[in-house]
């Protein structure tokens, strides 16, 4: 599956390809060379590939956009490669571009939602068994709608039904992680 972004981030007049907010999300940590970047780019991005000639031209155009800096690194036993991280303006220009993530995943639910309905309910049957496997929030959030206007059915009942299973473990992981923070914190000397 190869990666083609639907949307297009704008914050503040500055236009970014979809590859581009991730490659400013993986600098925002760490910075990184273009091959490491690659590498995490198919780390989290699973069957989604993101090929090298997506990634350099992306990588230069962040860095005319002021959003990166690269640092030439030299290497004795190998080619040069060159560093990249984030400038302030790359930190504020990712910051705008995730806090537009939820408008973003908005317009991708809606989009999907009319594709499904286009389809028929044989050809969306895939789609809806795809965000049960995925725990897809745009499928959550298609499924929720569905149900708030009314045509939710009772063959929509293995979605709910899974999806609370899966909901219920996750709350259960923020539960545990919550309990051993306050765990630690006690144990440091904080309060709750």
């Given amino acids: 599956m190869a990666f083609s972004g639907m949307g297009r ?18 600098l925002k940590d760490n910075p990184a060379h273009g091959y490491v970047i690659i590498q995490k ?18 990588l230069h155009r962040l860095v005319e956009k002021g959003l990166i800096q690269g640092t030439h690194v030299l290497q004795e036993d190998g ?34 939602r009319f594709l499904a309905s286009q389809a028929g309910e044989k050809a969306a049957a895939p789609l809806l068994d795809w965000t049960v496997r995925e725990r897809s929030p745009i ?3 298609a499924m929720k709608a ?8 009772h063959k929509h009942l293995e979605f709910l039904k ?21 765990s630690s914190e006690k144990g440091n000397g904080g309060e709750e």
Avoid at 42 to 51: A, F, N, Q, T
Avoid at 80 to 101: H, M, P
């Fill in 146 to 153: 569905r149900c708030e206007s009314g045509r939710c059915s």
């Fill in 139 to 141: 499928g959550f959030a």
């Fill in 41 to 58: 780019l198919g780390d989290r991005l699973g069957p989604i590939r993101v090929k090298s000639g997506t990634v350099y031209p992306a």
């Fill in 79 to 112: 080619p040069d490669t060159v560093e990249y991280e984030l400038t302030t303006k790359g930190r504020k220009i990712l910051s705008l571009a995730l806090q537009n993530l939820d408008s973003e995943w908005g317009a991708q639910g809606r989009i999907w």
């Fill in 9 to 26: 981030h704008k914050p503040h007049g500055t236009r970014l390809s979809p590859v581009q907010v991730l490659i400013l999300a993986i």
């Fill in 162 to 182: 899974q999806y609370r299973s899966y909901l219920k473990q996750e709350l259960d992981w923020v539960n545990t992680q919550l309990e051993e923070m306050k």
